[in-house]
C-alpha cells in the first residue's frame, strides 16, 4: 500500500481504469462541490472490495438516492440527519461480528464509509461522530462541509464562516452576517487521537483528494476527511467557478491542506504566495456586504483570524515533528 | 429440558439474549434497564456469546446502530428504559419503516419530566403508533419467554417488524423470582439463524436503504407497513402455539384470568395482573364474578378479540398506567372502547388511570376497582368515565 501511495497519480488513468462508483443522474447542482468529493472518494476505493456507505440527511442524500433510484453503486443507508456516524458503527460491527462467525465470505472485503455536510457534522451530528470514532470502528468518516444548512436554504452552522450573509444570520443594518468564527472540526478530530485525519479539497487533478481518500480508507481504525465542498447557492458564485473557488480557498490558507498521521501534521500545501483573504471573500455573494466602504474592518479581523489559525497549524507541524 | 432458576426480569431478559446469541448489541446505560447490557458485557467479555456489543454514546445511537447493523444482515437487539426510548423517538420509526426486525427489552418507566426513574407505560404509550410490535410481560416468565418468540414474530417473511417486549422496570426487572429457563440448544433451535434476504453486506447484491420518499411512494410504504402488522396477529398465534407445545407455556394475544363466566372485568397489562388475579381469587371466594383480561399483544392490537372477550360482562375498567393527558382517556382505554364500539359491543366501560411514576397499586385499590364496577353494573351506567386510581386527593384541583 505505502509503495502505491508513492506511485504518481495520473486522474486520466484512474478515471479510464476505475469505473466510478457514484453515478450520473444525481440531482445534486451544477458548481457543486459535493458530488466531486462523493465521487473521487469513492474513486480511492480498490477495484475488488465492497463498500458500504452511511449518509446523513442533507443535500447529497435527498439528490442521490429518491426512490426507486440511487447513484450508488455500492450497498447505501440513509437514517437520519445526526447519525450516519452511529449508523455505520453498527453496519461494521455487524461486519466484525459476522465475519468473525464466518456468516460472510472470508475472502472479500468490505469498507465503511460514511458522508456528511456540515450540518450533519460539526453540529447535529457531533455526538454520533465523536463516539463512533472514540470507539474505534474501521470507518472513514467525510464531512463535505459547505459551512451551512444548504439543503433546507442556507442557513448558518458552526462552519459557517464569519460575517456570511445566511438566511438565518442575514447581514442587517445592525448585525453584519454571522458574528462568530467557524469551529475547528478537523483539529476536533485530531483530538479524539485517530490514526489518520486529514483535511483537503477538490483542486487541479484532485490529486490531494484522492490520496488522502485512499490513506483515510485503507488506514485500520477511524478515519476521518474533512473536505471543503463550495455551494453555488450558498455562498453565491457562478457554477462554473467552483474549481476557482476551490484554488482561492487553499490559496489565501482560508482553507488549509494537511494530514495528521498518528498525531503528527504534514501540511500537504503551502502555497507559494499566500494571497490576501479578499481574494477568495470577493467573488462570493456572501461576503458582499464586507467590501462595502466602512467595512474593511471586517476584512482585517477576518484576516487577522485566517492568519492565527495558519500560524497556528505550522506551529503544529513543526512541534510534532520535533517531538518524532 | 426446562431448568428451575431464580432471576430477575432484568437477568431473565438477558439470559435469553445470551441464549439467542445475537450478532449486534448496541446499548447505553439507563435505569431500571441498565442491567441488562451490563449482564451482557459480561458474557461479551467472558467469550460466551460471539456478540460485537457496541456501547455507544447514547440512546439516539443505539438505536441507530442497530439500524445499521440489522441492515447490514446482523440480528441486533437493544434495551432501554424511559427518556432512552424518547431519545430514539426517531430512528424507532425509522427501524420500523425500514422493516428491519430489530428486537428491544423496554423496561418500562415513567418519561420525564420531572425526573422519576420508576414503573409506568408511559415511555411505551409515546411509541405506540411507530410501527413495533409490543408484547407485554406480567412477569419474569413471560419477559423471557416473549424474548424467546421475539425473533421468531419480528423476522417472519409476512411481518418484518421491530418487536419490543415490555416489562414493570423494578417491580418484574429487579425482583427475583422462580423462573423456568430453556436450555441452550432449545433455544438456539427454536430461534433459528437469521437468514435475511436482501441485506448490506451482501457484496453480490449492494442495495440502498433509507430513500427519499416523495409524496408518490410513501403511503404505499406504509400501507405495506400497516399490511404487515396485521399479518403479525397471526404469526404471533403460531409462534405461541409452537413455544406451548415444546414448553406447556401458554400464550395468545390476551390472557383471560376468569373471565368465561365474569359479571365484572379489568383489562389491563403488565405486573398489575398478577396483584389483579390475587384480587379476583379473593373475590371468587366471596361469589363475586369478578375476571381479568391481561393484553400480552399491544401492537398489533387485537380488538376484535378483546372486545368478543369482554362482550358478556356487565362492567369493565380499563386500567391505564399512563396518563394520555387528554382530557378523554387514557390509550388502552381508547383502543379497547373503540374496538368495542366498532364490534357494536355495549358494555359500561371505565377508565382508571393508576400507578404513575412507579405509586404503588395494592390489592386494596384493584378490590375498590371491581367494588365500583359491581354498582355500575346494577346502575348500568357511568358518572365519571375517566378516573385516577391511588391519587392522593386534595393536591389536585
Known amino acids: 500500500m505505502a509503495d502505491e501511495m508513492k506511485k504518481p497519480y495520473n486522474l486520466k488513468e484512474v478515471v479510464a481504469n476505475k469505473p466510478s462508483r457514484f453515478t450520473e443522474g444525481h440531482r445534486m447542482c451544477a458548481g457543486c462541490g459535493a458530488p466531486v468529493v462523493g465521487r473521487m472518494v469513492l474513486r480511492a476505493l480498490h477495484e475488488e472490495d465492497h463498500a458500504v456507505i452511511a449518509n446523513a440527511t442533507g443535500c447529497m442524500e435527498v439528490s442521490t438516492f429518491i426512490y426507486p433510484y440511487t447513484a450508488w453503486t455500492d450497498s447505501f443507508i440513509h437514517t437520519a440527519f445526526e447519525c450516519a456516524g452511529a449508523t455505520c458503527s453498527g453496519a461494521e460491527?455487524?461486519?466484525?461480528?459476522m465475519k468473525k462467525q464466518g456468516k460472510l465470505?472470508?475472502?472479500?472485503?468490505?469498507?465503511?464509509?460514511?458522508?456528511?455536510?456540515?450540518?450533519?457534522?460539526?453540529?447535529?451530528?457531533?455526538?454520533?461522530?465523536?463516539?463512533a470514532m472514540e470507539r474505534g470502528h474501521d470507518m472513514t468518516y467525510v464531512c463535505y462541509d459547505n459551512g451551512a444548512y444548504m439543503n433546507t436554504g442556507i442557513q448558518r452552522s458552526s462552519a459557517t464562516p464569519k460575517f456570511s450573509d445566511t438566511t438565518t444570520t442575514p447581514a442587517g443594518k445592525v448585525i453584519p452576517g454571522k458574528m462568530q468564527s467557524r469551529k475547528d472540526l478537523t483539529a476536533i478530530m485530531v483530538g479524539h487521537h485517530l490514526p489518520y485525519v486529514a483535511q483537503s479539497i477538490a483542486v487541479g487533478n484532485f490529486k490531494d483528494l484522492y490520496e488522502k481518500s485512499e490513506k483515510a480508507i485503507y488506514t485500520?481504525?477511524?478515519?476521518?476527511?474533512?473536505?471543503?465542498a463550495p455551494c453555488p447557492r450558498g455562498w453565491g458564485y457562478p457554477t462554473d467557478n467552483l474549481m476557482n473557488i476551490n484554488k482561492l480557498a487553499i490559496d489565501t490558507c482560508y482553507w488549509p491542506l494537511y494530514e495528521v498521521v498518528d498525531g503528527v501534521y504534514h501540511i500537504t500545501y503551502k502555497p507559494a504566495k499566500k494571497l490576501p483573504i479578499e481574494e477568495f471573500l470577493r467573488p462570493q455573494k456572501r461576503f458582499k456586504h464586507m467590501f462595502a466602504p466602512g467595512n474593511e474592518w471586517m476584512i482585517e479581523d477576518f484576516q487577522k483570524e485566517v492568519d492565527r489559525r495558519w500560524q497556528e497549524l505550522l506551529d503544529l507541524e513543526e512541534m510534532t515533528n520535533k517531538q518524532k | 429440558m426446562s431448568i428451575r432458576e431464580r432471576l430477575?426480569?432484568?437477568?431473565?431478559?438477558?439470559?435469553?439474549?445470551?441464549?439467542i446469541n445475537p450478532d449486534v448489541v448496541a446499548a447505553f446505560p439507563i435505569t431500571p434497564s441498565t442491567e441488562i447490557p451490563q449482564y451482557f458485557s459480561t458474557f461479551v467479555a467472558n467469550g460466551a456469546v460471539d456478540t460485537e456489543f457496541v456501547a455507544v454514546e447514547s440512546e439516539h445511537s443505539a438505536m441507530s446502530a442497530c439500524i445499521g447493523a440489522q441492515a447490514a444482515g446482523a440480528r441486533a437487539m437493544t434495551a432501554t428504559s424511559a427518556n432512552g426510548l424518547s431519545l430514539m423517538w426517531e430512528m424507532i420509526y425509522i427501524a420500523s419503516s425500514l422493516r428491519l426486525p430489530i428486537v428491544m427489552s423496554l423496561v418500562n418507566r415513567a418519561v420525564s419530566g420531572p425526573l422519576n426513574i420508576h414503573n409506568d407505560h408511559s415511555d411505551a404509550m409515546g411509541v405506540r403508533d411507530a410501527g413495533w410490535i409490543m408484547l407485554f410481560s406480567e412477569n419474569n416468565q413471560e419477559a423471557y419467554d416473549n424474548t424467546l418468540m421475539a425473533h421468531r414474530i419480528a423476522e417472519h417473511k409476512d411481518v418484518m417488524l421491530p418487536l419490543m417486549v415490555c416489562q414493570?422496570?423494578?417491580i418484574t426487572s429487579h425482583s427475583i423470582e422462580n423462573i423456568e429457563l430453556e436450555d441452550d440448544e432449545f433455544v438456539k433451535k427454536f430461534v433459528g439463524t437469521y437468514k435475511p434476504e436482501h441485506y448490506l453486506l451482501n457484496?453480490?447484491?449492494p442495495m440502498a436503504v433509507g430513500p427519499l420518499d416523495v409524496q408518490a411512494y410513501l403511503f404505499e410504504h406504509k400501507a405495506q407497513q400497516g399490511e404487515a402488522m396485521k399479518n403479525a396477529k397471526n404469526v404471533i398465534l403460531e409462534v405461541s402455539k409452537e413455544f406451548e407445545k415444546l414448553t406447556g407455556r401458554k400464550y395468545g394475544l390476551f390472557e383471560e384470568y376468569k373471565l368465561d363466566d365474569a359479571e365484572v372485568a379489568i383489562v389491563c397489562m403488565n405486573s398489575t395482573a398478577g396483584t389483579t388475579k390475587y384480587v379476583v381469587d379473593a373475590l371468587r371466594a366471596k361469589g363475586v364474578k369478578a375476571g381479568l383480561l391481561k393484553v400480552r399483544v399491544f401492537r398489533p392490537f387485537p380488538g376484535e378479540e378483546i372486545a368478543k372477550a369482554l362482550s358478556h360482562v356487565k362492567a369493565v375498567a380499563v386500567l391505564d398506567k399512563s396518563d394520555s393527558l387528554n382530557a378523554i382517556g387514557g390509550a388502552l382505554f381508547e383502543d379497547v372502547t373503540s374496538s368495542m364500539f366498532v364490534q357494536n359491543v355495549h358494555v359500561p366501560t371505565v377508565n382508571y388511570v393508576y400507578g404513575i411514576g412507579g405509586r404503588d397499586t395494592t390489592a386494596d385499590q384493584i378490590e375498590s376497582v371491581y367494588s365500583d364496577l359491581l354498582e355500575i353494573a346494577k346502575a348500568g351506567k357511568i358518572d365519571n368515565p375517566y378516573r385516577y386510581l391511588g391519587l392522593r386527593k386534595g393536591d389536585v384541583k
Open chain 2, 8 to 19: 430477575s426480569g432484568n437477568e431473565a431478559v438477558a439470559t435469553a439474549m445470551k441464549q
Open chain 1, 93 to 97: 460491527a455487524a461486519y466484525k461480528s
Open chain 2, 168 to 170: 414493570d422496570g423494578f
Open chain 1, 105 to 131: 465470505p472470508q475472502d472479500k472485503n468490505t469498507k465503511f464509509i460514511a458522508f456528511g455536510g456540515d450540518g450533519g457534522t460539526y453540529d447535529i451530528g457531533l455526538q454520533s461522530l465523536s463516539g
Open chain 2, 203 to 205: 457484496a453480490n447484491e
Open chain 1, 220 to 228: 485500520e481504525g477511524p478515519t476521518f476527511l474533512n473536505v471543503l
